[in-house]
Nanobody, 121 residues
Framework: QVQLVESGGGLVQPGGSLRLSCAAS????????MGWYRQAPGKQRELVAV???????NYADSVKGRFTISRDNAKNTLYLQMNSLKPDDTAVYSC???????????????WGKGTLVTVSS
């Protein structure tokens, strides 16, 4: 079975940094687009950043200049470097990916369960 597992979340003070990872495992043929989403308490889930298989990146306006999305295709892993963190960044961060398998080479969407990031003094 294909799985996505996030790691790297935790408690950090305002202005600090964290690096999130999302590792894909299972019977993977290829990984296409990947992205990070977040959901804060009482708020709607929002897209944070996306990266295509060709390396094209897009960011939410609220994180531009502070966050960097990247991927290591050899390791089937997605990353999110988070700098200058603010209390408003507090949320559960989840990764998403379109992944092709031997039975479905066009790919389907998969989600991780999320990792909690808390930014507080």
């Amino acid at each position: 079975q294909v799985q996505l597992v996030e790691s790297g979340g935790g408690l950090v003070q305002p202005g600090g940094s964290l690096r999130l990872s999302c590792a894909a495992s299972g019977s993977i043929f290829s990984i296409y687009g990947m992205g990070w989403y977040r959901q804060a308490p009482g708020k709607q889930r929002e897209l944070v950043a996306v990266i295509t298989s060709g390396g094209r990146k897009n960011y939410a306006d609220s994180v531009k200049g502070r966050f960097t999305i990247s991927r290591d295709n050899a390791k089937n892993t997605l990353y999110l470097q988070m700098n200058s963190l603010k209390p408003d960044d507090t949320a559960v961060y989840s990764c998403n990916a379109r992944i092709a398998t031997m039975n479905d080479y066009y790919g389907m969407e998969y989600w991780g369960k999320g990792t909690l990031v808390t930014v507080s003094s």
